[in-house]
């Protein structure tokens, strides 16, 4: 496939907020997935205003940060350990949204933000590398979002857990690491055993999950993955603080 083709890929009609961006700047700044797609669809099932403040939860190359000021008309908190914020500073500045987006460098079991901070709290594609411990939320995320806030993620898992051994269509392209990839179902019940959200809303990015896996597959070469498309798919969801502060007994 030519540069150009999948260039024709990464920009369809399904997604015309995401549409709107250079493929070329994000495939220059790539790290894993169709990120614009993906915000697109979960900010469907969220509730965005302007004036509120966003954390974007392992931004990476703050791509989706930006994508959400310009859309939304949010503050974004830029966090992301890897990337430096002095390169996600000089994209933001090139996006012409530093007035909104506030790139930070921080490890996720040592947020700098205050209690009940944020109106929203975004996480794309990088919440399953930091937050699948049964004490996550409540020791050290939980707290940043104020009563009713809305948590918005998206995740790349199988349909259902795999039941002690993974899937014969996918055993031969799984990564040992994979084991932090998990099913809808299995995150909904991580947050709201907390007893800290409820659980509002989630699917397949509406039907689009597997396909969105399999236009990604294709922009980067990784023709093995393809044949993975009826397992592995794109899950949104939407959890919401719930208004007791009560049981907050760790901040």
């Not at 430096?84 to 000089?90: A, K, L, P, R, V």
């Not at 393809?226 to 719930?242: G, P």
Request: charged share 25%; proline share 3%.
């Amino acid at each position: 496939m030519t540069h150009e083709e999948k260039m024709r890929l990464l920009v369809n009609e399904k997604y015309p907020l995401a549409a709107k961006y250079d493929p070329e700047w994000l495939y220059e700044n790539k790290m894993g997935s169709q990120c614009l797609w993906l915000v697109e669809s979960l900010t469907r099932i969220m509730t965005l205003k302007p004036g509120m403040r966003v954390l974007d939860m392992g931004c990476g190359k703050a791509l989706t940060s930006i994508f959400l000021a310009k859309e939304f008309g949010v503050t974004v908190f830029a966090n992301d350990l890897w990337i430096s914020q002095d390169e996600n500073w000089e994209r933001i500045c090139e996006a012409r949204v530093e007035n909104l987006v506030f790139p930070i460098k921080g490890e996720a079991h040592n947020l700098p933000y205050a209690k009940n901070f944020f109106d929203a709290i975004i996480c794309i594609n990088s919440f399953q590398f930091y937050g699948t411990s049964d004490t996550y939320l409540s020791d050290y995320m939980a707290h940043l979002l104020r009563p009713n806030g809305e948590f918005g993620l998206v995740v790349w898992g199988p349909d259902k857990e795999f039941n002690k051994k993974v899937s014969g269509d996918i055993e031969k392209s799984w990564w040992p690491d994979f084991y932090y990839f998990h099913s809808l179902d299995w995150w909904q019940w991580h947050f709201e055993k907390t007893k800290l959200f409820e659980f509002v809303r989630g699917d397949d990015m509406s039907g689009d999950g597997i396909w969105i896996t399999k236009q990604w597959a294709k922009v980067m070469d990784k023709y093995d993955e393809l044949h993975n498309n009826e397992v592995m798919r794109w899950n949104r969801m939407v959890m919401k603080r719930n208004s007791s502060q009560d049981d907050d007994y760790r901040v």
